[in-house]
């Protein structure tokens, strides 16, 4: 998958996760914040993320311990290449 | 008794509202007069605000109420309050709704706490507060303390936020608290009020991190504490790395035992030596692969009725934590039992399952921890669906019914839809036949 792919999948999951609170989404890009920006979206949100990310992939970039991200596009560059 | 206790007082910035500590003492005269008003009783406190429970811990204490810390909404009519003995409703408005049974005699300042994780009512352990304030030091620096500012990213009604609480009481820091936190309001009321204590999950650490990103550099944090759940070194070593100046330190505590031990080498686990030596005060021991505590600090009891108590007779409690001794330091390797640990709060895998049974479209399903590298674990659920449907058809119907029935922490976050579960895979589907 490339890294516009993997970001447009983290959209759609974070949508999802807002469209099921009755939330309205704004835009979601690479740019986009995670936690502490725009995106009213918690800890155990973004974790779902991270493991729904992880069955669809096929891949866990942090088995080997935790690594640093903040947007979108730097969440999707673990899961690319 | 417990009244005579000295407990200090402190101040809060509640939502962007400062209380001065002067305010706080008059709240807490006002509302002990009104608990004083007829014999003693025991008053639950339901609310997620900092300053209610700041004030009715100090009028509790003073009235010679017990206080019953409460975090689920529960009407006045629930049968709840007649199991746990509760005479008076108290809000987070600090406005008081009597209850028509019959007042205890016998009320003597506890603190009771709810426990997590437990279905139905759940079970309560009383405390003696002169205990809880045992693990809470005082000031080297009583002069430096007044500066202080203490963030807190506990529910205020929890054993852990409860700590915070008597932390600040007892040094004269100042509260800084969020209702209806999220790890990113936290993160903004840090950048605004740079607090410089702050005791957190492990989970919250990683969110508060990642939210700050670099702006966590103009947090003047000197002090970081972590518990609820075991802490690992990656975690440790990235908040050494975002907070240079800052004391780091790991502490283990439960409900029912109270506070145990507190880390501070920056490693995770604790030395092994301490199976041997025990440490301030706690006997520590491995047994069956699990921690055991024996405690000067555990709870009283649990209320009468909501179950036997956990401590056998030698005073020793199972913690449910399974350790492995390797080189110098003992490890936490999970849970004993099925609990899932969902950054620190503990859910039980059988209520999550009899919930979502509640629904037509749900045919059987099985709960269990989804591992991630954020809250250590979440909800994940297996799902036999009814004939014909499928999961991206009814898992709005699903969520909304477990946000409705379970509530924040504990609704599933991960939902699979499979054709049989698989009870040989784990066995777990035989809990509870």
Request: aromatic share 4%.
């Given at each position: 998958m490339s890294i516009e792919q993997v970001e447009s999948l983290i959209a759609e999951l974070v949508q999802r996760i807002l469209a099921e609170r009755g939330q309205q989404a704004g835009p979601v890009n690479?740019?986009?914040?995670?936690?502490?920006?725009?995106?009213?979206?918690?800890s155990l949100d973004l974790a779902a993320v991270v493991v729904e990310l992880e069955t669809r992939l096929?891949?866990?970039?942090?088995?080997?311990g935790f690594i640093e991200f903040r947007t979108v596009g730097e969440l999707a560059a673990l899961y690319v290449g | 008794m417990a009244a005579e206790l000295t407990i200090g007082t402190a101040g809060l910035l509640q939502d962007g509202v400062r209380l001065p500590a002067a305010a706080v003492q008059a709240l807490v005269a006002g509302l002990a007069q009104r608990l004083e008003q007829g014999a003693r009783q025991r008053v639950a406190l339901i609310s997620d605000r900092a300053d209610a429970a700041l004030v009715a811990l100090l009028a509790c204490q003073r009235a010679g109420c017990d206080l019953l810390l409460w975090r689920q909404a529960t009407p006045?009519?629930?049968?709840v309050w007649r199991e746990l003995g509760v005479s008076a409703l108290l809000d987070g408005e600090l406005g008081l709704v009597e209850l028509p049974l019959p007042r205890r005699?016998?009320?003597?300042?506890l603190v009771l706490l709810a426990t997590s994780g437990t279905t139905g009512t759940p079970k309560v352990a009383m405390h003696r507060l002169d205990r809880l304030l045992g693990r809470v030091r005082s000031p080297r620096d009583a002069a430096a303390a007044q500066h202080d500012r203490v963030l807190l990213?506990?529910?205020?009604?929890s054993f852990a936020g409860l700590q915070v609480l008597l932390t600040a009481l007892v040094s004269g820091a100042e509260l800084l608290a969020v209702s209806r936190s999220t790890v990113a309001s936290l993160a903004a009321a840090a950048l605004a009020h740079r607090p410089t204590l702050c005791s957190g999950t492990p989970t919250f650490w990683r969110g508060f991190m990642l939210a700050l990103?670099?702006?966590?550099?103009?947090?003047?944090?000197r002090h970081i504490t972590l518990g609820g759940e075991a802490v690992d070194q990656v975690t440790l070593d990235r908040l050494r790395q975002c907070f240079p100046a800052a004391g780091i330190v790991h502490i283990y505590a439960s409900t029912e035992a109270g506070a145990l031990y507190a880390v501070r080498?920056?490693?995770?686990?604790?030395?092994?030596a301490w199976l041997d030596d025990g440490i301030d005060g706690v006997s520590l021991r491995i047994r069956d692969g699990a921690l055991q505590v024996r405690s000067?600090?555990?709870?009283?009891?649990?209320?009468?009725?909501?179950?036997?108590?956990?401590?056998?007779a030698d005073g020793w409690l199972s913690t449910g934590d399974l350790v492995e001794a390797e080189g110098d330091r003992v490890l936490f390797r999970g849970r004993v039992d099925s609990v899932i640990n969902v950054g620190g709060a503990k859910v039980r895998p059988e209520e999550i399952e009899a919930a979502l049974l509640?629904?037509?479209?749900?045919?059987d399903v099985r709960a269990f921890a989804a591992r991630?590298?954020?809250?250590?674990e979440l909800v994940g659920v297996e799902l036999v669906l009814?004939?014909?449907?499928?999961l991206d058809d009814v898992r709005p119907i699903i969520v909304a019914h477990a946000r409705q029935r379970l509530g924040g922490y504990k609704v599933p976050r991960v939902l699979r839809q499979v054709t049989a579960l698989d009870a040989s895979a784990t066995g777990k589907k035989q809990r509870g036949g």
């Amino acid at each position: 998958m490339s890294i516009e792919q993997v970001e447009s999948l983290i959209a759609e999951l974070v949508q999802r996760i807002l469209a099921e609170r009755g939330q309205q989404a704004g835009p979601v890009n690479s740019q986009t914040r995670l936690l502490g920006g725009e995106l009213d979206i918690d800890s155990l949100d973004l974790a779902a993320v991270v493991v729904e990310l992880e069955t669809r992939l096929g891949k866990d970039p942090f088995a080997g311990g935790f690594i640093e991200f903040r947007t979108v596009g730097e969440l999707a560059a673990l899961y690319v290449g | 008794m417990a009244a005579e206790l000295t407990i200090g007082t402190a101040g809060l910035l509640q939502d962007g509202v400062r209380l001065p500590a002067a305010a706080v003492q008059a709240l807490v005269a006002g509302l002990a007069q009104r608990l004083e008003q007829g014999a003693r009783q025991r008053v639950a406190l339901i609310s997620d605000r900092a300053d209610a429970a700041l004030v009715a811990l100090l009028a509790c204490q003073r009235a010679g109420c017990d206080l019953l810390l409460w975090r689920q909404a529960t009407p006045p009519d629930s049968p709840v309050w007649r199991e746990l003995g509760v005479s008076a409703l108290l809000d987070g408005e600090l406005g008081l709704v009597e209850l028509p049974l019959p007042r205890r005699a016998e009320a003597a300042g506890l603190v009771l706490l709810a426990t997590s994780g437990t279905t139905g009512t759940p079970k309560v352990a009383m405390h003696r507060l002169d205990r809880l304030l045992g693990r809470v030091r005082s000031p080297r620096d009583a002069a430096a303390a007044q500066h202080d500012r203490v963030l807190l990213t506990y529910h205020p009604c929890s054993f852990a936020g409860l700590q915070v609480l008597l932390t600040a009481l007892v040094s004269g820091a100042e509260l800084l608290a969020v209702s209806r936190s999220t790890v990113a309001s936290l993160a903004a009321a840090a950048l605004a009020h740079r607090p410089t204590l702050c005791s957190g999950t492990p989970t919250f650490w990683r969110g508060f991190m990642l939210a700050l990103g670099p702006q966590a550099a103009s947090v003047p944090l000197r002090h970081i504490t972590l518990g609820g759940e075991a802490v690992d070194q990656v975690t440790l070593d990235r908040l050494r790395q975002c907070f240079p100046a800052a004391g780091i330190v790991h502490i283990y505590a439960s409900t029912e035992a109270g506070a145990l031990y507190a880390v501070r080498d920056g490693r995770a686990g604790f030395p092994r030596a301490w199976l041997d030596d025990g440490i301030d005060g706690v006997s520590l021991r491995i047994r069956d692969g699990a921690l055991q505590v024996r405690s000067p600090r555990a709870m009283q009891a649990y209320v009468a009725g909501a179950g036997a108590s956990p401590i056998d007779a030698d005073g020793w409690l199972s913690t449910g934590d399974l350790v492995e001794a390797e080189g110098d330091r003992v490890l936490f390797r999970g849970r004993v039992d099925s609990v899932i640990n969902v950054g620190g709060a503990k859910v039980r895998p059988e209520e999550i399952e009899a919930a979502l049974l509640e629904l037509p479209q749900v045919a059987d399903v099985r709960a269990f921890a989804a591992r991630n590298p954020i809250t250590g674990e979440l909800v994940g659920v297996e799902l036999v669906l009814a004939e014909g449907l499928r999961l991206d058809d009814v898992r709005p119907i699903i969520v909304a019914h477990a946000r409705q029935r379970l509530g924040g922490y504990k609704v599933p976050r991960v939902l699979r839809q499979v054709t049989a579960l698989d009870a040989s895979a784990t066995g777990k589907k035989q809990r509870g036949g």
